[in-house]
């Protein structure tokens, strides 16, 4: 069965242990644009608000500081408040290889952006779903009706023009030599452009959800069994000192560690290909026992209030994003996202949260992570 992304704001008023799951869809090119309000995955960004979008600074990794490719985006109102009648969460990721380090999430980012159902972007009444507006003519070197114009290569803000043409412009100069050497040489002051698709983005497919479907007695077994590797985990060795005590524990803690890959892979065993679970307030699905974040980990909100977990992002994605073959991979074992508990504004702006990025543990048998 498949669900329209928008029920994915059902989400918002469940408990704990429901999770709505994501997956992969074709999708026909217009469905995938900002008015329809999609969760996609891939492409060029699909902008929510038109105005205030983040800073080319912002979109930049902080270790290489090349600009970051638009990863996915998940439409996630908030049911019964205005302010978050519209609501998507945008994801960034680096697509510098080497700036994929053991469970370092500085390569990617994340940001929310919201508007109330009167704003000056959208009609009030929703879209239709079974056919494109009659005014359909996708431009995505400007934003209607904003006039902000947009990088060809990635999608982002771009203000920066062709000296020649004048008549695409990029984020900066690596997207314009990027662009220059791809196609923009032959067709630069020609007529028409031959090339449409950019080489930068990752390649495009729809969101689309299901509620994911388990048995109470399952859940009940596998809270209790997470329950007792807790209290295993922190009961105190009388003879720590010892270094066959060290060794138990040691030996102990690979134990964890697979038992939890374990319960991870039973956990995805009914759909192997999802590719996002959502649960706002609830908790995340761990790949490993190590790297998990403490409640003081995940800072709070620039506006004071506490960051919630919303979805993560598995590893299947991995499979869909085409990287491995042009030596280029990127590389993640789970992405947490956690977003402001109370959704504040900042007039309009594009609010960035935050990524917790859990890797595969060194130590773990690579037969039983999930092919990429």
Avoid at 58 to 63: K, N, Q, S, V
Avoid at 347 to 363: H, V
């Amino acid at each position: 069965m498949t669900v329209n992304p928008a029920n994915m704001s059902s989400a918002s008023s469940m408990s704990t242990a429901e999770v709505v799951l994501g997956f992969l869809e074709d999708a026909e090119p217009w469905r995938l644009l900002s008015p329809q309000f999609p969760s996609k995955v891939g492409g060029k960004p699909a902008w929510l608000s038109q105005g205030g979008l983040p800073s080319l600074p912002g979109l930049e990794c902080e270790i290489c500081r090349l600009p970051m490719a638009f990863l996915l985006q998940v439409y996630a109102p908030i049911s019964g408040d205005d302010r978050c009648f519209h609501r998507t969460l945008f994801l960034f990721c680096c697509k510098t290889r080497e700036c994929y380090t053991l469970n370092d999430s500085r390569c990617m980012k994340v940001f929310r952006s919201q508007l109330s159902r009167r704003n000056a972007f959208y009609p009030y009444n929703p879209p239709s779903e079974d056919e494109p507006p009659h005014d359909y003519e996708p431009n995505m070197s400007v934003l209607s009706p904003s006039g902000v114009k947009l990088c060809w290569v990635c999608g982002c803000p771009g203000t920066k023009a062709c000296s020649r043409c004048h008549s695409v412009t990029y984020c900066g100069k690596h997207h314009q030599t990027l662009h220059w050497k791809h196609s923009h040489k032959k067709e630069c002051c020609s007529q028409e452009a031959t090339v449409v698709t950019s080489p930068f983005v990752f390649p495009e497919s729809e969101l689309v959800t299901e509620p994911e479907e388990e048995g109470e007695d399952v859940e009940e077994k596998e809270t209790k069994e997470a329950e007792e590797e807790a209290e295993t985990a922190n009961c105190p060795s009388i003879e720590s000192t010892l270094i066959e005590t060290d060794l138990e524990e040691m030996a102990m803690h690979e134990t964890e560690d697979n038992e939890v890959f374990q319960r991870f892979k039973k956990k995805i065993a009914p759909e192997p290909h999802q590719v996002v679970r959502y649960s706002r307030g609830g908790s995340p699905l761990w790949i490993s026992s190590k790297h998990i974040p403490t409640d003081q980990d995940i800072p709070s909100c620039t506006c004071g209030a506490k960051r919630t977990f919303e979805f993560q992002v598995m590893p299947q994605l991995l499979n869909s994003l085409c990287e491995d073959s042009t030596g280029a991979s990127i590389d993640w074992g789970t992405l947490a996202i956690y977003t402001c508990s109370v959704n504040c504004n900042h007039d309009d702006l594009y609010c960035p949260e935050f990524i917790w990025k859990q890797d595969f543990s060194p130590d773990q048998p690579t037969e039983t992570q999930p092919t990429q």
